[in-house]
Antibody, heavy 115, light 112 residues
Framework: QVQLKETGPGLVQPTQTLSITCTVSGFSLTSYYMQWVRQTPGKGLEWMGFIRSGGSTEYNSEFKSRLSISRDTSKNQVFLKMNSLKTEDTGVYYC?????????WGQGVMVTVSS | DVVMTQTPPSLSVAIGQSVSISCKSSQSLVYSDGKTYLHWLLQSSGRSPKRLIYQVSNLDSGVPDRFSGTGSQKDFTLKISRVEAKDLGVYYCAQTTHFPPTFGGGTKLELK
């Protein structure tokens, strides 16, 4: 059974760094691209970036300077790190598979950026 | 970035009725391989988005054939026949032809 679960801090202070982990089960990260999508009150659904099955990454230029996506295939985990957080980064962050004939999404993790 | 414009922003429907949602892109969504990477997703209340249709008209596994997608180039439509209560939520179109992938603003389907 396929499952994706995001875990993260919930509350982050402005200017600090956000770290979220997506733990997957039921499929291998070496077979799928994995993306991060966020949903904010201001901009709705935004594609942030992905990590290919081979491990290379692509980022939305909107986030490129402060976003990093990585993975640990031995633990079946994908990571998002974004620095210099602002209040506008408040929203729900989702990991999901990207492309292909199947579509898997995590439940999302709510992140509030506030002092 | 490719702008995806959905209309209407909201729809009120009675159970059993049929509805259509429009999605227009600012550029053609035909990729160099000849395929069109336009997809439809549904986000039910409090849930994560779930893809229903990929590449314009292909239903994801488990999606009932009451859902259908049509269109080409820059103009696409999602049709839902015989709406059921479980179909309620926000529908999004999304394109992955051009980088970066982008989403429409959503169409909220509500009960009349």
């Amino acid at each position: 059974q396929v499952q994706l679960k995001e875990t993260g801090p919930g509350l982050v202070q402005p200017t600090q760094t956000l770290s979220i982990t997506c733990t997957v089960s039921g499929f291998s990260l070496t077979s799928y691209y994995m993306q991060w999508v966020r949903q904010t009150p201001g901009k709705g659904l935004e594609w942030m970036g992905f990590i290919r099955s081979g491990g290379s990454t692509e980022y939305n230029s909107e986030f490129k300077s402060r976003l990093s996506i990585s993975r640990d295939t031995s633990k079946n985990q994908v990571f998002l790190k974004m620095n210099s957080l602002k209040t506008e980064d408040t929203g729900v962050y989702y990991c999901a598979s990207y492309g292909g004939y199947v579509d898997y999404w995590g439940q999302g993790v709510m992140v509030t950026v506030s002092s | 970035d490719v702008v995806m414009t959905q209309t209407p922003p909201s729809l009120s429907v009675a159970i059993g009725q049929s509805v259509s949602i429009s999605c227009k892109s600012s550029q053609s969504l035909v990729y160099s391989d000849g395929k069109t990477y336009l997809h439809w997703l549904l986000q039910s209340s409090g849930r994560s988005p779930k893809r229903l249709i990929y590449q314009v008209s292909n239903l994801d596994s488990g999606v009932p054939d009451r859902f259908s997608g049509t269109g080409s180039q820059k103009d696409f439509t999602l049709k839902i026949s015989r709406v059921e209560a479980k179909d309620l939520g926000v529908y999004y179109c999304a394109q992955t032809t051009h980088f970066p992938p982008t989403f429409g603003g959503g169409t909220k389907l509500e009960l009349k």
